[in-house]
Every structure is written in C-alpha cells, then in structure tokens.
C-alpha cells in the first residue's frame, strides 16, 4: 500500500510527463482491448471518454494519454476530414 506522500510525488512526475493536463470534461480508464487496439477516446453529451489499453508499458500509456488528448484539443471531433487523414496528421504531431 502506498502512502500519501508516495503517491502525491507519483502523481506530480506523472504530470511532468504528460504534454497535456487532463481537460476538464474527460475521463481517463486503463482497460482492457483487444491486441490491436491500444487507446481510443469517445465523446458523449460533451463528455470525452478516453480508453487506454492495460496491455501498454507505462510509457506507452502516456504516449497513448498525449495522442488521445491531442485530438481533443486539436478539434479533431468537429473535424470533417477523413479519419484516415486525422489519425496521420495527429502521429505526425506526435512526433513534433
Ligand atoms: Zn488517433
């Protein structure tokens, strides 16, 4: 079991690590999915929903965390675009 102050530290190099802060009206699970699948976001009611798979290292979660939250702050929901080209636009930015 961790302690308070173990977990506050955890949480705060968790925070360095993420190019985004969690927005407002998001919520964030560790899941499971299906091999191919490693994290998708949805949004509901103004509600986004992002879904990471349980199966990624912890690094790869946060890399997985950064690509979610990029297409919400980039617009990527009210995009008109074809998925296809939203998703190469959003792993180019991923790499920036
Ligand atoms: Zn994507």
Redesign the pocket.
């Known amino acids: 079991m961790l302690n308070r102050r173990t977990l506050i530290l955890l949480r705060n190099s968790l925070r360095r690590c993420l190019r985004h802060k969690v927005p407002e009206n998001t919520r964030v699970y560790i899941v499971a999915t299906p091999p191919t699948i490693s ?3 949805v949004r509901k009611d103004e509600w986004y929903t992002i879904c990471i798979s349980d199966a990624l290292t912890p690094e790869g979660q946060i890399e997985a965390y950064n ?2 939250v ?2 919400i702050t980039n617009g ?1 929901f009210d995009s008109d675009e074809p998925t296809g080209l ?2 190469i636009r ?2 180019r930015r991923d790499r920036e």
């Open positions: 994290s998708f976001v690509h979610e990029d297409h990527d939203i998703e959003a792993h």
